[in-house]
């Protein structure tokens, strides 16, 4: 592993928060809340302080911090800070620039880190400030003055990984330095590095989930910056006071924190003799950390730390905007895709044509290669299923939504190995080995599945990823470094390629449209019932006034001026006779009005009653009938083609011939008459190849105007005086 891995668990199951030691090139005192006084310390005293850990255990910490021998009582400026930096209202903040007064009178200098742990006790460690630390800390500061600029311009992840690595090592002057990024299985992966130039790369490696157990990831996130200056130190023990045995500290927020032995072992079979580790942070979970290597030990100070915290804490800031501008073009296509999507979909009265009618659209909005729309049936209660590009078949897909509805969180489910939570998959797995899924209704059974084939891809791993495992006498099982870390490749199966986050969220968004464009779909069809419901109410009254009080004054107007023509034409003067006979041409065109609309109001009103048609009869049918009631007119029937047997309403399809036909003829004055009736086909992929008929009627009567298209389809609409081309009421197809 790169850093800081912790790639094995002792049985014990080892608490790597309380190590009960810590690393020994500072110094670590326990005090009490009252009087800052010495609790626990650690062994190594006499090394930091020249004083023996019994001798200070007890006393309080007045008694070393900013002690002047030559003027009592004891100043308490140090103390004051250490409680000041203990008061979260307070604006100090680490580290403490500390002096300590030992006994023989001698002073040293040291940073002071302090803090209180969860439960409560309060931790003071101390580390001696350099000789250099001064002059080191500038230079760095330059440096990072320089980063920072550096940081601004840069344009993508990749770049700023790489400005990374550069810059911390140059600040520190590790051997190796690496930006090592976390997966959503928890494997990492050594995205930038620099290095020197003797050393064999890292770039590109894979590193096991198992290398950074959840523990130390947890920690990682506790803390900024994680430094082993040496992994071959000797730890030095906490004590207390004597007789009693100390209480175990939780130290996941100290600097000195010991490693766990079994890090400590992974790093030297890696032959590294030093680490350093800065987290990257997003979003409140690991992404990945900045991890430096060293050959040899390597000490680095604190002030040098703390502007390669920094660094993390920018860079931390920096993935969120590099992320989002990654793939930005991609991005833009997918959203203006989406729009386009959700607008067609607004005005479709049909989810599942709606989104059948747009398959490569569909596909696009995720990168898929494969769709499934899947929507439950009102009347049979079985699902319709729309199959789209590349996909299992549709009883597989049928087994899968069994399988799929528990496991969707927040109505969305992904995977790039469903193979691997859903085994049936594997029969399918060129053409579905990832999965997108949405769930837009479940109770209506409506679904959207985006499938990706598997993609074999060859990992290189940094050794066998496999970590040695040992059964103890006691059958617990004991997880052990790995000890070889040369290249270990491993072709992947039943995997495909990742779902990009600006897919899944894309996915999100586009259910969350679609849910609002069903809910207003749902409002406006409410409403239009209604409307239609109380329309038809006062249609089917107007058909009866129609059909009984208008006709029957009208058939009164009608007779009696027959009458009047019969019995008193002799009487009448010549205009009288024409007038009463207008009146006659009037109420009979009333009467075709009448009807026309009592036909117009019933249509859409009965169901369709759907059958297998051959059109061939059914044209000539109609052609036969209009030769019957026109045999004066000489007509040419074209038909280039037999015509197809379709499904439809019979007597609907007959009227519709019936009218086109008949206005090709009744709109025809050439001396040559001809009407030609044929289709043409074309293609539609929908669960497989599917035949759709376009019938057409052509003649060469007067035609209409292109003007006009719109306005022949109002009712009782006529483009021509009553008197020409033999009348009519306009009710029918104009």
Avoid at 389 to 410: A, I, Q, S, Y
Avoid at 467 to 481: C, F, H, K, Y
Avoid at 528 to 552: C, G, M, P, T
Avoid at 567 to 589: F, H, I, N, S
Wanted: aromatic letters at 8%; proline letters at 5%; a negative charge.
């Amino acid at each position: 592993m790169i850093n800081q891995a912790f790639a094995v668990i002792d049985k014990d199951q080892e608490s790597i928060h309380t190590p009960g030691s810590i690393q020994p090139h500072g110094l670590l005192l326990v005090l009490s809340e009252l009087d800052l006084r010495i609790t626990q310390v650690s062994q190594n005293a006499i090394a930091i302080l020249g004083i023996a850990p019994e001798n200070l255990i007890d006393r309080p910490l007045a008694d070393f911090i900013d002690r002047d021998r030559a003027a009592l009582p004891p100043r308490a400026d140090g103390i004051a800070e250490i409680r000041a930096c203990l008061d979260p209202a307070s604006e100090q903040t680490n580290p403490l620039n500390l002096s300590v007064t030992l006994d023989d009178g001698s002073t040293r200098f040291f940073n002071g880190i302090v803090h209180r742990t969860i439960s409560g006790e309060i931790v003071l460690e101390l580390e001696a400030i350099a000789a250099t630390a001064k002059r080191d800390f500038t230079q760095s500061y330059r440096n990072l003055k320089d980063t920072l600029a550096k940081i601004q311009v840069t344009k993508t992840l990749s770049e700023l990984c790489d400005l990374i690595v550069k810059q911390v090592r140059q600040i520190t002057g590790f051997d190796r330095v690496m930006v090592y990024r976390f997966n959503q299985e928890g494997d990492g992966t050594v995205i930038a590095e620099d290095r020197k130039p003797n050393l064999e790369s890292f770039l590109g490696l894979y590193y096991p989930d198992t290398d950074i157990p959840q523990r130390a990831k947890h920690l990682y996130l506790l803390n900024w910056l994680r430094l082993l200056p040496d992994v071959n130190y000797q730890p030095s023990l906490l004590t207390g006071l004597p007789g009693t045995e100390p209480t175990p500290l939780d130290m996941s927020h100290c600097v000195l924190r010991s490693m766990s032995p079994c890090h400590i072992q992974y790093l030297q079979n890696m032959g590294v003799g030093a680490s350093m580790s800065i987290s990257l942070i997003q979003q409140q979970r690991l992404w990945g950390m900045i991890t430096c290597h060293h050959n040899t030990p390597k000490f680095v100070p604190y002030e040098i730390r703390t502007i390669c915290e920094f660094l993390g804490q920018l860079m931390s800031t920096e993935l969120s905007v590099k992320e989002a501008t990654q793939n930005l073009d991609y991005k833009l296509r997918l959203k203006a895709a989406q729009v386009q999507f959700v607008n067609r979909l607004t005005h479709a009265t049909d989810f599942l044509q709606a989104l059948e009618d747009s398959p490569n659209d569909l596909l696009f909005l995720t990168g898929a290669q494969g769709a499934a729309v899947c929507e439950g049936d009102a009347h049979s209660g079985k699902p319709r299923i729309a199959l789209i590009g590349n996909t299992p078949g549709k009883e597989e897909v049928l087994d899968l939504l069994e399988w799929l509805p528990d496991r969707f969180e927040n109505d969305l489910f992904v995977t790039d190995s469903l193979a691997i939570l859903y085994p049936e998959a594997k029969a399918y797995k060129t053409v579905a080995s990832g999965l997108l899924a949405m769930a837009i209704s479940k109770s209506q059974h409506r679904y959207v599945l985006w499938f990706r084939p598997e993609f074999l891809q060859t990992v290189t791993w940094a050794g066998n990823p496999d970590t040695p495992t040992q059964i103890e006498a006691d059958g617990s099982v004991t997880l052990s470094p790995r000890q070889s870390f040369a290249a270990w490749q491993e072709t992947v199966r039943l995997k495909s390629l990742d779902w990009l986050q600006c897919e899944i969220e894309g996915a999100i968004e586009l259910r969350s449209l679609i849910v609002d464009v069903m809910l207003a779909q749902t409002d406006e069809m409410a409403r239009v019932n209604l409307e239609l419901q109380r329309s038809n109410i006062e249609l089917d009254s107007f058909a009866y006034i129609a059909s009984h009080d208008l006709k029957e004054p009208l058939r009164g107007i009608h007779n009696y001026s027959n009458f009047l023509m019969e019995d008193y034409a002799e009487v009448l003067p010549e205009d009288g006779v024409a007038k009463l006979q207008t009146v006659v041409r009037l109420t009979q065109r009333m009467d075709d009005l009448i009807s026309s609309l009592m036909h117009y109001s019933q249509l859409g009103r009965t169901e369709l009653s759907r059958q297998s048609v051959d059109l061939n009869v059914l044209v000539q049918q109609t052609i036969n009938t209009l030769k019957i009631s026109q045999p004066q007119k000489q007509i040419e029937f074209r038909l280039p083609q037999p015509l197809p047997t379709i499904c439809c309403d019979r007597p609907q399809v007959s009227e519709l011939f019936t009218n086109l036909i008949g206005n090709a003829i009744k709109y025809n004055d050439n001396a040559e008459k001809w009407v030609e009736i044929g289709y043409v086909e074309s293609k539609l992929v929908r669960n497989g190849t599917q035949i759709s008929h376009t019938l057409y009627i052509r003649d060469n009567s007067i035609g209409i105007p292109p003007e006009h298209l719109e306005r022949i389809f109002d009712i009782f609409k006529r483009l021509h005086p009553q008197e020409q081309y033999g009348g009519g009421a306009g009710g029918g197809v104009t």
